[in-house]
């Protein structure tokens, strides 16, 4: 399973973006997952939805992120608004096999690149 994310960027604290992550060579039957890590911090999971379109957000982007779905364009989404500049990260994708979401980012199998998420103050 390959998966990539796009949509990261610059943008003014209060602004918004759109990440997009795709996946292609195998179905994703499992939970889907955004993560961010910042410089000199650890990974943490911000975002996750499940096979049946579950989700499940961290406590401080609640209200201002919002994940979802495409199957048949194998998509998923994070759009995030009212960005601080403690978003500034770099935001990942992954993918599991199980039926919960989860945080914690060695539950994982697969991942993304990853693509930069910077907010100015």
């Known amino acids: 399973v390959q998966l990539r994310e796009s949509g990261g960027g610059l943008v003014h604290a209060g602004g918004s973006l759109t990440l997009s992550c795709t996946f292609a060579g195998a179905p994703v039957d499992g939970v889907i997952a955004w993560f961010r890590q910042a410089p000199g911090k650890e990974r943490e999971g911000i975002s996750c939805?499940?096979?049946?379109?579950?989700?499940d957000y961290l406590d401080s982007v609640k209200g201002r992120f919002t994940i979802s779905r495409e199957r048949l364009r194998n998509l998923v989404y994070l759009q995030m608004n009212s960005l601080k500049p403690e978003d500034t990260a770099v935001y990942y994708c992954?993918?599991?096999?199980?039926?919960?979401?989860?945080?914690?980012?060695?539950?994982?199998?697969?991942w993304g690149q990853g693509t930069q998420v910077t907010v100015s103050s």
């Open positions: 992954a993918t599991t096999r199980s039926y919960y979401c989860s945080g914690l980012d060695y539950e994982y199998n697969y």
């Open positions: 939805i499940t096979k049946s379109d579950t989700y």
